[in-house]
């Protein structure tokens, strides 16, 4: 949605941010807008949203490794590490002195605990099939040392501990975490406004406080992209991590008042479609509808060009991408034939199911009209967040669009309980080859296979990877400006 603003109304704006900005300048607290409220609390072990990691992790809660930046891994929790030469048993040596914000101290036990909860036969964790369930065994010889045997080597291990799911809960606290989380990061929850904002404040007891500068840090929810810009504009706001309003990048870019960083995502931006489903189950339905969308024309017009286009559940960040657009090309004739073939009488009516995000509900917009051009006709059902969770991401729908940030989580496609219901054996057993590898090249080779696969298969449409756009007050540093994981380091942030 584009904002359009009168030009006296604008003066107003910049006069009163100047002012607002100035008062926030050296102070020691930072107000951040986020799209989405955490749902349905802040435990990211037992949800999927990626917004609860955007608050907790790395803030309060820790995790043995820690992905920076630039999506290198470097140690957290864990002080150092050495891999076995086939790749299947890691022995960690942790931290010591750490404590929990509540005083308990840090140990092995509690890792040991965390990955068993991670594992267990009722754990709602993401990562538990992909992560969780392939560590065989758990040693920890004493306090400060934890030995993880896999069944199969993993070469993304280290930075899948890194990842939200793979935090550390102590097991007094661990069953409240959705609601009072409690970990070793620098900050505790202070105030959760539901509908409003959530705040952190700095933790004293932290082992590095000293060089923790914001003493607070408020995330509001601002769903609506024009008004997280008036927001920032009018100065109630010092940043928004990820800008998901591209037609007002020229604007924030020309004003002085506001750094502008524009980086990379791990995000892979799909129509999901219900491989379970009639007609979906055919491939060659799910082809016709690849043919039907223009990557492109998406791109240029939901997010004004920032992003680029993928062929299959990778991103251009991901080491060993392959480039497979030109699998699908855009072909409103082709995609008429494939429906013909598949028996598919037009006009098919389905649903397209779309959460809040601007790229999902403007996009979705976009999609249907291309649909429409072939044959398919698309009624769009928007939705708020919770309720996606609870239709779609459980498996009940025809179509939808979402952006799948969490890196390398190609792994989904192997788990047949996954809400778009891929049930590939030659994938799944592509997969545990990929696993069982050690050589680098031949990892690279099977890697390739992997994409390949998916978008021969045609699982879901595969659109765009995101750019990451990130504002700031002037004078506010160390906010990300790529996002290999959805996070916030508050501690990595500072008024100058």
């Given amino acids: 949605m584009t904002m359009k603003k009168p030009t006296r109304w604008l003066a107003t704006l910049a006069l009163a941010a100047t002012a607002l900005g100035a008062a926030a300048q050296g102070k020691d607290s930072a107000v951040l807008a986020m799209v989405l409220e955490p749902t349905p609390g802040l435990d990211p072990t037992m949800a999927p949203a990626a917004a609860i990691g955007e608050v907790v992790h790395y803030n309060v809660l820790e995790g043995l490794t820690k992905i920076n930046v630039n999506g290198s891994v470097t140690p957290l929790l864990a002080e150092s590490w050495t891999m076995d030469p086939d790749g299947k048993s890691y022995t960690f040596k942790l931290k010591k002195g750490v404590k929990f914000s509540d005083g308990e101290a840090f140990d092995s036990g509690d890792v040991k605990f ?41 070469g993304n291990f280290l930075f899948r501990l890194g990842e939200n799911t793979a935090v550390i809960l102590d097991p007094k606290t661990a069953a409240t975490t959705a609601t009072q989380p409690v970990g070793t990061g620098p900050y505790t929850l202070a105030e959760w406004k539901k509908g409003n904002s959530i705040t952190l404040a700095k933790w004293d007891g932290f082992r590095d406080a000293k060089n923790v500068k914001l003493r607070r840090v408020t995330f509001r929810f601002i769903n609506d992209p024009a008004a997280r810009v008036a927001a920032l504009l009018a100065g109630d706001i010092d940043a928004v991590p990820r800008l998901d309003a591209p037609q007002a990048l020229k604007q924030l870019q020309a004003d002085k008042r506001f750094t502008v960083v524009v980086g990379s995502t791990a995000g892979k931006g799909i129509m999901s479609i219900n491989n379970k489903k ?171 296979d992997i994409q390949k696969m998916i978008a021969t298969d045609s699982v879901n449409a595969f659109i765009f990877n995101p750019s990451a756009v990130a504002v700031s007050k002037k004078g506010l540093k160390g906010l990300w400006g790529s996002s290999p994981i959805f996070a916030n380091d508050l501690a990595a942030m500072a008024w100058q």
């Fill in 114 to 154: 965390s990955f068993e909860r991670a594992k267990a036969e009722t754990s709602t964790n993401k990562a538990k099939g992909a992560v969780f369930n392939n560590i065989s065994r758990i040693e920890t010889p004493d306090a400060s040392t934890v030995i993880l045997v896999l069944d199969k080597a993993d």
């Fill in 278 to 448: 009639k007609p979906f189950d055919d491939v060659r339905v799910r082809r016709a509808l690849m043919h039907a969308i223009d990557r492109k024309a998406f791109i240029d017009g939901v997010l004004e060009g920032l992003g680029q286009p993928i062929g299959s559940h990778m991103a251009p960040t991901d080491g060993g991408y392959v480039d497979l657009t030109g699998m699908y090309p855009h072909d409103p004739e082709k995609a008429k034939a494939l429906l013909k073939e598949a028996g598919v009488t037009t006009p098919l009516n389905v649903t397209l199911t779309l959460p809040p995000p601007q790229y999902a509900r403007k996009g979705g917009e976009v999609i249907a009209a291309q649909l429409a051009k072939v044959g398919v006709i698309a009624k769009i059902e928007n939705v708020e967040w919770a309720q996606w969770l609870s239709g779609p991401f459980k498996g009940n729908f025809d179509l939808t669009v979402i952006n799948h940030v969490e890196p390398l989580d190609f792994m989904q496609y192997a788990n047949t309980g996954y809400y778009w219901g891929y049930d590939s054996k030659a994938f799944r057993d592509l997969t545990a080859k990929y696993a069982a590898e050690s050589n680098p090249k031949e990892r690279l080779k099977l890697f390739a």
